[in-house]
């Protein structure tokens, strides 16, 4: 079955440090994998994805994630982190299981407090 | 353009009654979808829509659970007797395809007495 873990359920880190956030991923066959935000009070917004091509995936407020097949990983990272970027991160993996691709399976989420 | 949204935005029921939640998708998306978000979880999934064919209905917890998108655009979440276990956000997304990017609402919260 499909599945997503983050490890991490809180990130601490300070302003203008690189921050990392980890997902780790079971697919059967080739993986689509997402990242989404939540701020509060308000519905997931899109990140990035990676669908096939290069591994280093470049989205929306300078993240960027990282897929690596041989750990099944997709972490996601940003070189310089800003406070506005606290929020709840989710990792999530599409099921093109017997549901066609039609499931998209997500972490439990990770909570990132980014200190001034 | 809009986005999706959602309504209500808060919804507060009592044990048994019915509650039916609105989604409105993007203009033009042909794929519509429903997860249920429990408080410090990640969303779950719970069904699927391309157009007004209900694709993928696996995710439904129960038969109180009900799902439908008449005429392929406004879709509407129905849960029958809600328990206090239906406590949850409810999230709609839409897309321009099936396996393309999803854009969520806003949420509908709702809370069972």
């Known amino acids: 079955a499909q599945s997503v873990a983050q490890p991490e359920d809180q990130v601490n880190v300070a302003e203008g440090n690189p921050l990392t956030v980890k997902c780790t991923y079971s697919?059967?066959?080739?993986?689509?994998l997402f990242w989404y935000v939540q701020y509060p009070n308000r519905g997931l917004q899109f990140l990035l994805k990676?669908?096939?091509?290069?591994?280093l995936v470049k989205g929306s407020y300078g993240f960027e994630a990282e897929f690596n097949k041989s750990q099944t990983s997709f972490h996601l990272k940003k070189p310089s982190a800003l406070v506005s970027d606290s929020a709840l991160y989710f990792c999530?993996?599409?099921?093109?299981?017997?549901?066609?691709?039609?499931?998209?399976?997500f972490g439990a989420g990770t909570r990132l407090f980014v200190k001034a | 353009g809009a986005g999706v949204s959602q309504s209500p935005r808060y919804k507060v029921a009592k044990r048994g009654q019915d509650v039916a939640l609105r989604c409105d998708p993007i203009?033009?998306?042909?794929?519509l979808f429903w997860y249920q978000q429990a408080l410090g979880q990640g969303p779950e999934f719970l069904t699927y829509?391309?157009?007004?064919?209900?694709?993928?209905k696996s995710g439904l917890p129960s038969d109180r659970f009900f799902a439908e998108r008449p005429e392929g655009s406004v879709s509407t979440l129905k849960i029958q007797r809600t328990q206090q276990e239906d406590s949850a956000v409810y999230l709609c997304?839409?897309?321009?395809?099936?396996?393309?990017?999803?854009?969520f609402g806003p949420g509908t919260r709702l809370t069972v007495l």
């Open positions: 997304a839409s897309s321009s395809t099936g396996t393309g990017t999803q854009y």
């Open positions: 697919v059967s066959g080739n993986p689509y």
């Open positions: 990676y669908i096939t091509g290069d591994n």
């Open positions: 999530a993996v599409r099921d093109f299981g017997n549901t066609g691709g039609f499931k998209t399976i």
């Open positions: 203009s033009g998306h042909v794929s």
């Open positions: 829509f391309q157009n007004e064919a209900q694709l993928d």
